[in-house]
């Protein structure tokens, strides 16, 4: 089969206007690249549009007619919640210029709302929910809709039918490497966060799936509670094979915790000093669980910078948020890093409930403390399958607006019951990240380091004119760019107020990570015990998996 795999744009609030992020930080999508390498491995064509991409083209219908030049039998669209009615826009041209062409939806967004998706958009014929290979590859293969896991559908009565989960891929060395290849601009076009690596060019790789930890803001409802990662010899192989093939010196691990297992990573240590590949790196490790001999191993076998994920400084902020962190362990872990020669990046979300200006002002000042090299502070946005969600949109804890073109932490969609306007939470944003890069730490480490980051030099250099131009535009069209932002109006087909689908297992960490007591799962299962009833009687149904 002939399939197409779609990145959509999101959402740029200036239409014409370069999109900034794009400028400082553009990341080859890994999702269908994978997928892409997978189907192929299978014998199926399979072609890759990247909306975000170099030569992609602005506007909905521009880039649907490049997915529809590909000549696809199906197009599948990755998207996160932000993308999502980008992806629905262009899956409506796609629809009506070729109404035989199957379309399906991945990623976290549909994953982790399911089947009321498909009510509200009929141009979808297929959700794939959670891990997408197994499933995208059985509809390439013409399997009966019926027997295929992970898959939302429409039975021949219009009804939808949510088949069951299937089991979780266990040896991720069976994976293909990406397309790579597949990427247009691939990789001189692509390039990694700004004066975070120091030599070129850059790639991002992912080596493991899910997560061991349960943090409030974190939607888990793609890889679930299995943790599972690649071997140490398929990472090697896979930065070296970056190498050779696309002349790739440096690679942020995207993982959400690389160090989670010790022994792999001190396993992939050994083999990077005992055959080194020049290549330097990235990572994330936990604060509090890196011991001075892995970060050692790390810097000897070429980590450029670890971070970390702190979130707040204020103590009940932590606690609530990030569990199992604290303060001292932080600062350790600063000084551990630091005494290991590696550069180290604090992981920051403002705005979450329980949020106030003195605790930002409180986090503020411990960042600055810390003497980081690097920060990254997101504005918080809900995901529908986080453990925090159903108290944000209670309203309980602040006010939410719930457009999903907005929920890309660019922009301050919750506001805690602790500020008085947005504006207000802008304006303290603003002040902490101007703070942080005019600090005297800051500017001296930056001037030290002006030729290791020249390639990022040469990047905002390339772009200058551009930049300039922008910044011409947003200074003489300030107050209608503010009046935009406040008359911005819903897309007109987003639906408000769909609840999650989580399954028992997740339920059950949703409760004891937001319990204010300490909890045990079989306490939290014991809540919502009748809740799985009700629903599994809501939804029995004679044919295979669930419909509604």
Known sequence: MRVTLVHPAGFNFVPGQPDFSVLANRMPPIGIMQLASWLEKFGHQVALHDCLGPYAPPGIAANAEIVLASEPEMVGFSATTSGFMDAVDMALYIREKRPDIRIVFGNVHVSSLGAPILEHFPEIDYLVIGEGEGALLDLADGKPLADIGNLIWRDPAGRIVVNPRRDRILDLDELPFPAYEKLAGFPHAYHLPLFAYEKRYGATMITSRGCPYTCSFCDRTVFERLYKTNSAQYTYDHMKYLRDNFGVYHINMYDDLFTAKKQRVMDLCDLLIEKPLGVQWNCAIRTGHTSDEMLAKLKQAGALMVSMGVESADPGMMERHKAGVTLDAVRDTVRQIHAAGLRAKGLFIFGMPGETPET?????????????????????????????????????????IEDWRLMNCLNFVFLPKGFSSRDEMDALYNWHVKRFYDSKAYRRRFAGRLWQHRWSLWH?????????????????????IEQARRDFALHPRQPLGLKPMLSTDLQVDNIVAMSPVKLSRREAMKQIIPLVYESQSACSSPVPGAAL
């Open 460 to 480: 905002v250099l390339k772009h200058l004119p551009e930049t300039i131009a922008a910044a011409r535009y947003f200074s003489a069209n300030k107050a209608q």
């Open 360 to 400: 930002v002002k409180v986090t503020s000042d411990f960042i600055l403390s810390l003497d980081l090299d690097e920060m990254n502070m997101t504005k918080f946005s809900p995901l529908h399958g986080a453990p925090i969600w159903e108290e944000c949109v209670s309203g309980e804890s602040g006010d939410f």
